[in-house]
């Protein structure tokens, strides 16, 4: 069996939190689910928060700050909010529930995900900036925004790529 990589661990993190299993992250089940002793898992980590902290800053860096990235790729700000709504509607909306609801017991989770959410706010704020509002309505715009983003996960965490395509459609094109 070819080695594992820090990579397949935090994948195989990620299918776990996929399956709403967040109690089953640790060192144990890991192992089991990827075949391989403590060992291989020590070698990458340090311990089970260690673990969890480069999980979540793994979470932030892909569906947070490379979403950013891509978006501010646009030339205009509504290219800025299509762009990153067509990587919203692509994201594993399961994951990103399963990782809210896990942050209300565990600390980690949750400083990650509250700098998630002041990052991502501020940047749907500024794309409102960009579109001629002023700082207190684009506050309030992203805030909407983003919390239709999350009623949307909370209410149906399984749902496909191809529905949240459909109800974008009509949330932008009115």
Known sequence: MARLTKKDWLEEGFKILGEFAQNKLKILYLCERLGVTRGSFYHHFSSIDNYIAELMQ?????????FIKEASKGDSPEEKMERL??????????LETSIRSWSFY?????????????????FLQGIFEEMGNDKKKSLNLAKLEYAILIGLQQLFPDISRKEMEKIYEVYFEG
């Open 106 to 122: 565990h600390p980690v989770v949750r400083e990650h995900l509250e700098r998630v959410d002041k990052i991502r706010l501020s």
């Open 85 to 94: 709504n067509l990587q919203v509607v692509q994201i594993k909306q399961a």
């Open 58 to 66: 793994a979470w932030e860096e892909e569906n947070t700050l490379g």
